[in-house]
């Protein structure tokens, strides 16, 4: 048995021992080649890769017993493709499998591509989707047991070192049949795998990428959503309360500035869709017993000044509040969601309270001015 | 009136936590390009760090633009220079007084930008390879001490660019305190081709002490696949007959043993992970004996770690105390066949 076999049962010692194998090559064939029967090399994972037609969304979720699996398994860029390399890792197929997908080759092309030109395709594991919603994905025989994947039409899951093939079909079904956003349903996914058992050897790390094309914002075709757990004893737990406040800070006003881009593109089905997202957003924070106050505020902000759903914002906005009295920027949000509800009095109220707590704001003045003006109107 | 208002609030309120503290910079002798970065803001590292080998580095922040980043690398790859960068984003930019927003090319050229309506204190400063820059912070002292860090620690980019964000932070930091943080350096390589976008590529999305948390991921990440990188770079570099340049990254793994070997605290995966590294490849064998030590002690019976205890031994020409120490992770695990060849091996003599 090799090092690297030794090393996966042992749980939390792998990711060096699997990179000794990828660094010390000749070391590594003269252990392979006296001992042929022996296990890879494998690192533990579970991956999905998907594409969403209407969204042009592209995304990655994955989880390892392995420090800091985002840095090497996880890659996608917009309009291109998405992938996930893992087992006896070579990250260098991400950037590589891209730069051919940028090319033209649909996933499968860019699958045979890889495997044409790679020494060890039977101790790797590999999926990608691609941008025009082709998809494949690859299982060496050499990857640690239990090993496999399972494909759908627009989503492919592969993992190895599982419990066992309920991870995988855990993984897909729960892709199929999540409603919402692909954030969401890679998410999903994950916490079937991990309800199946997931990783033989336990968790780590984990990661979370999606990317999207945008007129107005070219950032998103490299990160729309793309959070990180480097070392964490329960690392889908911890994506998801990333994943929570995220939608908060930026995803309501994610969704807004694409409403406003499918609006200016002729396509309000897909405008209110967006703002549709948002709603949903609020009506996940409020039914959470939400305790990250700047979340709360982030979401209520976005949709008081998007004139939204000001109702749920109100809530938000007083729940912030609730957390966080004293929070000059939450008592502003409150006071910002009271008025845009056509309430200038509790508006007023609301903003006099934290123009006691910081008196020197002009800002705070300006605000309570304007809500007079109107209220006087 | 309403909707100038409304737009000020936009600014004031919907970005209100966007007090950060960055450094970009460059290392002209391995090429690396690398960006640090602390902040009030939640996952600091989606929005603020850029960076792609051979071409420059990005910190793009205060109220973020954070197009910036893409828009700013692809001006860069078409062969702008950092100043000329700088000007050419903040001119087409309509809420540049906002902004704040420190780049330095794969040449070493540097340059920043504080708009006049970041929030005090706010400013930077930047010499050959670096760009510093900050809003919203203790005061001056917060840019000075993070180039003085800078400046004056030994060693590789990344450690250089963390030193920094300590000496940040020590200097009162930012002035909201503090959630996430984020390191990214990226190298050239033609045979790993995805060092050229991360190197190292470390994030920190919420936390209430994120610097010391960013530090104690980089620890595990030192301990296994830098030390590993190193070595890769070593052998690139003698193939390519720069001695010196692989005597230098030779260097790095012992720094990182080094650093290992001094921190109390030191968690037996990066020991093991470095005393393995050494130990294969001939290389410090003295202190990777000690750390292969320290690991044991931590794990006395992780057979794993005996086995590089004796794995170390053998290579340091001590294969009586190798087969020794194999013998006793043996009886730990009776049936594993790879100890057992490693114990026949190590009675053989063979590497």
Redesign the interface.
């Known amino acids: 048995m090799t090092p690297e076999a030794n090393s996966e049962r042992l749980g939390f010692m792998a990711p060096h021992t699997l990179r000794r194998l990828a660094a010390f090559a000749p070391i590594a064939l003269i252990f392979l080649a006296a001992s042929p029967a022996s296990g890879s090399n494998d690192r533990g994972t579970f991956s999905i890769v998907a594409f969403d037609s209407v969204t042009q969304e592209l995304g990655v979720a994955v989880q390892s017993k392995y420090f800091s699996v985002g840095t090497d398994v996880p890659w996608a860029e917009a309009g291109v493709g998405a992938v996930a390399t893992q087992a006896r890792v070579d990250p260098s197929f991400g950037p590589k499998a891209l730069a051919l997908l940028r090319t033209g080759l649909s996933a499968s092309e860019v699958m045979r591509a890889l495997a044409a030109t790679d020494s060890v395709w039977d101790s790797r594991q590999v999926g990608i989707a691609d941008a025009r919603g082709g998809i494949a994905t690859w299982t060496g025989s050499k990857c640690l047991d239990w090993h496999g994947g399972e494909s759908g039409a627009d989503f492919a899951c592969q993992g190895n070192i599982l419990a066992g093939p309920a991870v995988v079909a855990g993984m897909a079904k729960a892709y199929r049949e999540t409603r919402g956003e692909m954030a969401e349903r890679l998410l999903a996914a994950l916490d079937a795998a991990q309800a199946a058992g997931g990783d033989k050897r336990g968790m780590q790390s984990a990661a979370l990428l999606v990317v999207r094309p945008s007129a107005t914002r070219p950032q998103f075709a490299q990160r729309y959503i793309d959070l990180r757990v480097e070392d964490h004893k329960t690392p889908i737990q911890e994506l998801r309360r990333l994943l929570e406040i995220q939608e908060g800070f930026h995803g309501a006003d994610n969704h807004f500035t694409y409403a406003e881009e499918y609006e200016a593109a002729g396509r309000p089905d897909m405008a209110s869709r967006e703002r549709e997202r948002v709603a949903e957003i609020l009506r996940r924070a409020l039914s959470r017993s939400e305790r990250d106050a700047s979340m709360l505020n982030g979401l209520a902000w976005a949709c008081a000044t998007h004139d939204l759903y000001l109702d749920d914002a109100v809530k938000a906005a007083e729940r912030a509040a609730s957390i966080e009295p004293r929070n000059v920027d939450i008592l502003d949000t409150l006071a910002e969601a009271y008025f845009r509800q056509g309430n200038a009095t509790k508006a007023i109220e609301a903003e006099s309270r934290a123009a006691t707590i910081d008196p020197k704001s002009q800002y705070l003045k300006d605000q309570i001015e304007r809500f007079r003006r109107a209220n006087g109107r | 009136?309403?909707l100038l208002?409304?737009a000020?609030?936009?600014v004031?309120?919907?970005s209100?936590?966007r007090a950060t503290f960055s450094i970009a910079a460059y290392d002209s002798v391995t090429q690396e390009l690398g960006v640090a970065v602390q902040s009030r803001?939640?996952?600091v590292?989606?929005?603020v760090p850029w960076a792609e080998a051979g071409v420059g580095a990005i910190a793009t922040q205060a109220t973020t633009n954070?197009?910036f980043?893409?828009?700013g690398l692809e001006l860069l790859r078409s062969g702008k220079s950092a100043p000329e960068v700088v000007r050419a984003l903040i001119d087409a930019d309509s809420g540049g007084a906002h902004r704040q927003l420190g780049i330095v090319d794969a040449r070493g050229r540097s340059d920043n930008f504080t708009g006049k309506l970041c929030s005090d204190w706010a400013g930077g400063v930047r010499g050959p390879g670096y760009s510093i820059q900050g809003n919203i912070l203790a005061g001056e002292a917060v840019v000075k001490g993070m180039e003085h860090a800078f400046l004056y620690t030994k060693g590789e980019l990344a450690e250089r660019l963390l030193a920094a964000l300590v000496a940040g932070q020590a200097a009162g930091g930012d002035r909201r305190g503090m959630e996430s943080a984020a390191i990214v350096v990226v190298r050239p390589s033609e045979q790993?081709?995805?060092y050229?976008?991360?190197y190292v590529?470390?994030?920190?999305?919420?936390s209430k002490d994120p610097i010391n948390e960013l530090i104690?991921?980089y620890r595990?990440?030192e301990?296994?696949?830098l030390a590993?990188a190193h070595?890769?770079f070593a052998e690139l570099y003698e193939k390519a007959g720069k001695k010196d340049l692989a005597q230098m990254e030779r260097g790095r793994v012992a720094e990182s043993l080094g650093h290992a070997l001094a921190r109390k605290d030191a968690d037996a995966?990066t020991l093991?992970?470095l005393a393995?590294?050494c130990a294969?490849?001939g290389v410090n064998l003295e202190q990777a004996l000690q750390a292969a030590q320290r690991a044991v002690a931590l794990e006395p019976k992780?057979?794993?770690?005996l086995?590089t205890l004796a794995e170390v031994h053998y290579r340091s020409g001590n294969a009586a105390k190798a087969v020794e120490v194999e013998t006793q992770a043996l009886s730990y695990s009776p049936n594993?066949?790879?100890?057992k060849?490693q114990i026949t091996r190590f009675k053989s003599g063979t590497?």
């Open positions: 009136m309403m208002l409304a000020g609030a936009l004031w309120a919907a209100p936590a803001a939640f996952s590292g989606t929005a954070v197009s980043g893409p828009a790993y081709p995805e050229r976008t991360r590529d470390l994030r920190v999305e919420d104690r991921v595990l990440l301990g296994q696949r590993e070595l890769r995966s093991n992970g393995w590294t294969t490849n992780n057979t794993q770690i086995d594993d066949a790879y100890l060849e590497k």
